[in-house]
């Protein structure tokens, strides 16, 4: 009987992680919206070349049709048409403007959003501690806490002083309702001794990372849609596991808020299907 109920255990936790598979196609997603927006800067470079070139034909155009007034009275035609050329260029550059515009709206407003969610997460929970670490990687905002404001030595069991901290970050995610958060549980590479429901640190990683969020869910009210588990065990660590100072570095649970880039990825794909 007892062997029953530790394996029903195992398949539990095992059903609460999220797949492997999801957690790919997240990476994924975060690097092709990434490319895309290089993409996007390298297009809106060009349009700005193309703009600049467009002005000095203006001038030039100008200085031409300001000649031909100048020097004969009875070039009527000519001068007609070279002020139709320098409306149509002016009509060329006024429509450059509005897709430079629009492009650089879409490339600035995923900046402002992350920066703005930067400054409220420092604003509540603070960066005078060392042991809380916000950060910003390619356009995704990092929250990493150490394991020792979260749980007890080879424990999976959240403390009270970390309650206090994740109800800081509970507030700024509850404030973004659009937003997910993926939490991932970091190990340092001394094996877990297996208590018969816990392998190894594999398993550790991911049940720290569900015992947050479910602290998140059950008790500060985030959303659980919002919400990702992970676990990525030892094998990303922060510094070598060479001595007890580097690996409790590495012991930590980090937090990556995800803005649903999927509003700013359509404005970049609609404009660069114009400018094709």
């Given at each position: 009987?007892?062997?029953?109920?530790?394996?029903?255990?195992?398949?539990?936790?095992?059903?609460?992680?999220?797949?492997?598979?999801?957690?790919?196609?997240?990476?994924?997603?975060?690097?092709?919206?990434?490319?895309?927006?290089?993409?996007?800067?390298?297009?809106?470079?060009?349009?700005?070349?193309?703009?600049?070139?467009?002005?000095?034909?203006v001038e030039g155009l100008k200085e031409k049709n300001q000649l031909l007034i100048n020097t004969s009275k009875d070039m009527t035609v000519l001068t007609t048409k070279g002020a139709e050329n320098i409306e149509k260029a002016l009509e060329?550059?006024?429509?450059?403007?509005?897709?430079?515009?629009?492009?650089?709206?879409?490339?600035?407003?995923?900046?402002?959003?992350?920066?703005?969610?930067?400054?409220?997460?420092?604003?509540?929970?603070?960066?005078?501690?060392?042991d809380i670490e916000i950060n910003v990687e390619k356009g995704v905002v990092f929250i990493s806490i150490a394991d020792k404001l979260l749980f007890k030595s080879g424990s999976y069991e959240v403390t009270d002083k970390a309650k206090a901290v994740l109800a800081k970050v509970a507030k700024v995610v509850n404030d973004k309702p659009d937003f997910e958060c993926m939490v991932e549980g970091h190990t340092d590479n001394v094996p877990y001794r297996s208590n018969g429901v816990l392998l190894d640190n594999w398993d550790l990683s991911v049940k720290r990372s569900t015992s947050i969020i479910r602290v998140l869910t059950n008790d500060?009210?985030?959303?659980?849609?919002?919400?990702?588990?992970?676990?990525?065990?030892?094998?990303?660590?922060?510094?070598?596991?060479?001595?007890?100072?580097n690996r409790s570095k590495n012991r930590r649970t980090r937090i990556v808020v995800l803005p649903k880039i999927d509003q700013f990825y359509d404005m970049i794909e609609k404009e660069m299907k114009k400018q094709q």
């Open positions: 009987m007892r062997k029953i109920v530790i394996a029903l255990s195992v398949l539990t936790l095992l059903t609460s992680c999220v797949s492997k598979k999801k957690y790919t196609d997240l990476e994924a997603k975060n690097k092709e919206t990434q490319d895309l927006l290089n993409t996007a800067t390298v297009k809106l470079n060009s349009c700005l070349e193309e703009k600049a070139g467009l002005a000095a034909t060329t550059i006024k429509e450059k403007d509005l897709k430079i515009s629009r492009m650089q709206d879409a490339l600035t407003k995923k900046d402002s959003v992350t920066l703005a969610l930067v400054t409220s997460l420092k604003s509540s929970v603070g960066i005078s501690d060392p500060l009210g985030v959303k659980p849609a919002q919400l990702i588990a992970a676990g990525r065990s030892s094998y990303i660590p922060l510094v070598e596991n060479d001595t007890p100072e």
